[in-house]
């Protein structure tokens, strides 16, 4: 045996130990471990999409306090690409107290330091079914503004759920609050680019509807309709849920065609009230037209 092969032979004996020993990088998120715990990401402030502001008012809960909510760019894009949030997407929601004090221009509040911050991660296929922070497709997790570093929420039952009950029809997301996602006129040429390739691979039925007259539609459905209504799944409320009526059908089986949607908005029927008198035939067509897209 040469010098060379002895050498060879010797780091072969020597590396080969350590391979089992490597860790797979975590590729679903980076703010995700192995045993499914969420940190905080710290870089959301300066690097990510302000998606929206609440102001919530609860004088028996600590006062008032502003959430201001932040996703990647990239999270934003799949979601309004699709209309829904794609595996590993992050919400991150930081609450803060306020102050407040009578101004020239009216009865003013800001924001103070920091209460409470919270994250959701996005798990379409359920990854971790044993740990209690993880359901309902979502990772959720709490830290106090003086601990950072900790992540505070025991169960996501117990902790966040309850919260967002309302949110139900909408993944559990409170996306009434986050102009981003219903309508962004400041859009970026790769959103505009993803429009154009979604709009060759619509449906007929959706390819049929004006696209402003469906947008002036979605902000009628969700002043009027959502309280009844899911749009973007079949999950009933009071009413039916209208995803997959671009395939061409409505939920009582008739053929989802604009004067079809426009008779049962005007005329109801089947326990849904009549809107007839409440909306004008300019809204009514919107609302149709935005309908026949779900």
Not at 64 to 86: C, M
Not at 141 to 149: C, I, Q, V, W
Request: glycine share 10%; aromatic share 8%.
């Amino acid at each position: 045996m040469t010098k060379l092969t002895v050498i060879l032979a010797i780091g072969v004996l020597t590396v080969s130990p350590l391979i089992p020993q490597v860790k797979q990088p975590n590729v679903f998120s980076p703010y995700v471990d192995e045993e499914g715990t969420i940190r905080l990401p710290k870089e959301y402030r300066g690097r990510w999409t302000h998606l929206g502001t609440y102001a919530v008012i609860n004088e028996y809960k600590g006062g008032h306090g502003l959430h201001e909510v932040y996703s990647r760019p990239s999270d934003i894009e799949a979601y309004n690409r699709t209309g829904e949030w794609p595996d590993g997407a992050v919400i991150v929601k930081e609450v803060r107290h306020t102050t407040g004090a009578k101004m020239t221009t009216g009865d003013s509040h800001w924001a103070t330091d920091i209460n409470v911050w919270f994250v959701m991660v996005k798990d379409k296929e359920g990854r971790f079914p044993d740990n209690p922070i993880w359901g309902e497709g979502w990772g959720w997790a709490l830290f106090k503004g003086n601990e950072p570093d900790t992540q505070a929420a025991t169960s996501y039952e117990k902790d966040c759920l309850g919260c967002h009950i309302p949110a139900k029809g909408d993944d559990w997301v409170y996306v009434d609050g986050y102009p981003l996602l219903r309508d962004d006129p400041f859009a970026s040429g790769s959103q505009l680019q993803m429009k154009v390739a979604e709009a060759a691979l619509q449906t007929p039925a959706q390819a049929d509807v004006p696209e402003g007259a469906a947008r002036r539609g979605e902000r009628l459905f969700v002043e009027t309709c959502k309280v009844c209504h899911n749009a973007n799944s079949k999950e009933r409320k009071f009413g039916p849920g209208l995803a997959g009526i671009s395939s061409g059908t409505l939920p009582s089986g008739k053929t989802a065609s604009i004067e079809n949607i426009e008779k049962q908005i005007k005329e109801g029927g089947n326990g849904m009230p009549s809107f007839g008198d409440a909306l004008t035939a300019e809204e009514l067509a919107d609302l149709a037209a935005y309908v026949k897209t779900r």
